[in-house]
């Protein structure tokens, strides 16, 4: 069964240290890999799509990359303003334009 | 350009009533896509619309569960005798063909 899973499930840093958030994947024939930011009460909005390994993608202080069975958002220095739940989804080959998407990773920064 | 805009915001029915969420699309956008997010749970695929057509309801419950687009006016996901279990956030996104989606807000749906 393809899945999809977002580690860790929760992440509190300091504003200023930079760490990683991981997706990893097991499909069967992999379309595109979505990242998400979700703040409480809105819908997800859209940050990255990877479409092939070793592809990287960056926006201000975060960066995507992509290897063939996992996917990382980098963040540097981040700032409390960055506090949000980032998702991961898939998008198979297979399928239509469906995602699957993982449970997420809820960051907390801190000033 | 207005966004995906989804109403209401928050809806309140009894077990037994029913729900009618509804979603407009971003001006130009034929595909329309439909997921649930339950407490604790990640986004799950419900149904993808384009107009007038259901392209996968794969992920829609059997019972119970429609999905309509027609051709004026906004889609339309609705609940018949809704149960407890049916509380969630429900997020409709719209794209253009072969492209990228955008969400909306969301619709937040308690049964007492």
């Given at each position: 069964?393809?899945?999809?899973?977002?580690?860790?499930?929760?992440?509190?840093?300091?504003?200023g240290?930079?760490s990683s958030?991981?997706?990893s994947?097991?499909?069967s024939?992999?379309?595109?890999?979505?990242?998400?930011r979700?703040d409480?009460?809105?819908?997800?909005?859209?940050l990255?799509?990877?479409y092939?390994?070793?592809?990287?993608?960056?926006?201000e202080?975060?960066?995507?990359?992509?290897t063939?069975?996992?996917?990382?958002?980098?963040i540097?220095a981040?700032?409390p303003?960055?506090?949000?739940?980032?998702?991961c989804?898939v998008?198979f080959?297979?399928?239509?334009?469906?995602?699957?998407?993982?449970?997420?990773?809820m960051?907390l920064?801190?000033? | 350009?207005?966004?995906?805009?989804?109403?209401?915001?928050?809806l309140?029915?009894r077990?037994?009533?029913?729900a009618r969420?509804?979603?407009?699309?971003?001006?130009?956008?034929?595909?329309v896509?439909w997921?649930r997010?339950?407490?604790?749970e990640g986004?799950?695929?419900?149904v993808?619309?384009?107009?007038?057509n259901?392209?996968?309801?794969?992920?829609?419950?059997?019972?119970?569960?429609?999905?309509e687009?027609?051709k004026e006016g906004?889609?339309?996901?609705?609940?018949?005798?809704?149960?407890?279990?049916?509380?969630?956030a429900?997020?409709?996104?719209?794209?253009?063909?072969a492209s990228?989606?955008?969400?909306?807000?969301?619709?937040?749906?308690?049964?007492?």
């Amino acid at each position: 069964e393809d899945q999809v899973t977002q580690s860790p499930e929760a992440l509190r840093l300091q504003e200023g240290e930079s760490s990683s958030l991981n997706c990893s994947y097991t499909v069967s024939g992999l379309r595109g890999l979505f990242w998400y930011r979700q703040d409480p009460g809105k819908g997800p909005e859209f940050l990255f799509t990877l479409y092939s390994a070793g592809e990287e993608k960056e926006k201000e202080r975060l960066k995507a990359t992509l290897t063939k069975k996992e996917s990382f958002l980098h963040i540097t220095a981040p700032k409390p303003e960055d506090s949000a739940t980032y998702l991961c989804a898939v998008q198979f080959n297979s399928g239509y334009s469906t995602l699957t998407f993982g449970k997420g990773t809820m960051l907390l920064v801190s000033p | 350009n207005a966004g995906v805009m989804q109403n209401p915001r928050h809806l309140v029915r009894r077990r037994g009533q029913e729900a009618r969420l509804r979603c407009s699309p971003m001006k130009g956008h034929s595909h329309v896509y439909w997921y649930r997010q339950l407490p604790e749970e990640g986004l799950k695929f419900m149904v993808y619309l384009q107009k007038e057509n259901i392209i996968d309801e794969s992920g829609m419950p059997k019972e119970r569960f429609s999905a309509e687009f027609p051709k004026e006016g906004p889609s339309i996901l609705r609940i018949q005798q809704v149960v407890r279990g049916d509380s969630a956030a429900y997020f409709c996104a719209s794209s253009p063909p072969a492209s990228d989606y955008t969400f909306g807000s969301g619709t937040r749906l308690t049964v007492v």
